[in-house]
């Protein structure tokens, strides 16, 4: 039996451990410090005889698992090193050495009879219904085996103390569970939305075009009158939404500030295989990109060179009236001099 070695590892774990917190726990962390772990706890001290003991299990509620034993058995027994097993079970498992020498061969035959007496099923009952009369039954049990191994005559005390897993956790008696389901699906959204964000720097850098600030944008749907994403084209006005902090904050700032809508020019189109990417322009030094992976229709402005058109229409038909005019008042101007002076 190796209890001996046991023993004195938890000693110096239990020393290295701090003090329980709960304060300090995490919201996370709140299922873990639910008592889900039963410490029984017994010592036999000899009423007849030279020999005597105690032992500490560790064992799950749910599945009658122990996940931590240690059993000692001294002899000679040392009479004025009574444990109480009231104490919780870190510090009574610390005192088995003030019981006297560890007697392995004894000590192995005495602990084989406990996975008997305390079998799964017995331990699972245990963990639902530790009452003070329960307990007195369960150590009746174990002194009477006891007894008829080692023909002796003890006198027995049992005690019974619920554990939470952070409580061993914190005694490395158990090793932190691993991450939640939740947890992981967490973590690999957030690691594919990296991957994604550096795939997409990539493309927009790879023409090496453009070396002012990028930001990134969603588009706007109309399902009504909107335009297929799939036949938007360089010149197109869209509205977008700016997503995002830094610049973008910065942008979208100003055009609250100055109620103006988020209508920008398209001023490059990249389509690819799965998904297409499409480039507007902000100004001179930021342009925003907005990933599109399926076909959607797209809120659009009228057309720009339309617009560019009907103003220089406009701006025509202001200069041809204004030369008109002026025509007219030469023409008069040479009628008045021709009928004064010549």
Known sequence: MAANNLLTDFQELAEETAPYTPELDQPEQAAKNVPGYLALKFTFAPSRGDMGGAFCTIFEGQTGKTVFQVFWLAKPYASTALIEPAKDWRSFVKKFTQLG?????????????????????????LFENYTKVKLRQVESILRRSFETTSQC?????????????????????????????????????????????FSDDKLNKKDGEFEGT??????????????????????????????GDGASALVRKFLEENDMQPLFPVEEVKRMEGKTLIYVRINDEIRGFINITKDIRMKIKED???????????????????????????????????????
């Open 101 to 125: 020498p560890l007697d392995k061969d004894w000590g192995t035959k005495l602990q084989e009879q406990l996975k008997e007496l305390l079998p799964i099923a017995e331990k699972r009952k």
């Open 153 to 197: 005559v003890f006198s027995a005390s049992i005690d019974a103390e619920p554990v939470s897993r952070a409580d061993l956790e914190r005694a490395k008696v158990l090793k932190p569970l691993g991450p939640s389901a939740d947890e992981i699906a967490k973590e690999q959204r957030e690691k594919e939305a990296k991957e994604q964000s």
């Open 214 to 243: 990028l930001i990134k944008c969603s588009a706007v749907v109309d399902p009504v009158k909107g335009k297929p994403s799939s036949e938007i084209v360089p010149g197109d006005i869209i509205e977008v939404v700016i997503e």
């Open 304 to 342: 720009p060179r339309d617009m560019i058109s009907q103003e220089r229409a406009s701006h025509m038909l202001e200069n041809i009236f204004f030369f008109g005019l002026l025509g007219i008042a030469l023409v008069g101007l040479l009628f008045v001099i021709r009928y004064f002076f010549l």
